[in-house]
């Protein structure tokens, strides 16, 4: 009865897709393929996987991590621009410091009102510059000077009842020292004459603290002007005393 049904086995035609059994008595060799079926795991996605991080990030505070800067497309600035330099504005500013008389139509308190740092700045340099003739070590101290007799200046101002910046008055008295420079070449022409020197300095060192002071000294001081006009004007002596060696 069992090799019956073997034999039975043997001659059933399985349909399609079924397996089929091939009696080792009748094929000489075995082949064939099994396909792999086509499973696919649904695990949630990508998608819910990310929204579950932002989640949990936000929730704790740190969404700022997937915060993404978009790349904005500039255009290209000039360099004067990008340091916010403007040189008309510089060259307006040093004709209010030369000129400051009020009669000659200069809006002088253009210097005050709108400060600026590379302006100061480039006169102190060239002031330095000046200086370094037999005395490299001052180009640095007069910088010194500059920056902390600025500061000097301003406490006193605030504490008189002043309203300025730090900024605005560090701009001032930068910008006046231009006179201090017109008047070095003077000074090598005339050194052989000590009277006429003295005249010159003299009046680079009154042509200099006027400058300053008209713009930093206001009406706000009232009966107090000469408490930061006199410290201005010393500041003014201690600069030129260190281009000329007095």
Known sequence: RFRSRCDAAMQFSPASGD???????????LSGTIDAPDIKLNMGGEHSRDAYAATFLRQRGYGWLLEVE??????????????????????????????????LGFNRQV?????????????????SMISIYGQFRVVSWIITIWIFGALTIFLLARVLGGEVSYGQVLGVIGYSLIPLIVIAPVLLITGSFDVVSTLIKLFGVFWAAYSAASL??????????????????LLYIYFLSLYTGV
């Not at 210097?111 to 002031?127: E, H, I, K, Q």
């Open 19 to 29: 397996f089929t059994f091939v009696s080792t008595t009748d094929a000489e060799e």
């Open 216 to 233: 930093l000294v206001g009406d706000e001081f009232k009966t107090k002007k000469p408490l930061l006009i006199y410290p201005i004007f």
């Open 70 to 103: 978009e790349d904005e497309t500039e255009e290209a600035k000039p360099l004067l621009e990008e340091l916010d330099i403007d040189l008309k504005d510089i060259y307006y500013k040093v004709r209010c410091v030369l000129m400051p008389m009020p009669y």
């Open 111 to 127: 210097v005050r009102d709108n400060p600026d740092f590379w302006g100061p700045l480039a006169v102190v340099l060239l002031f």
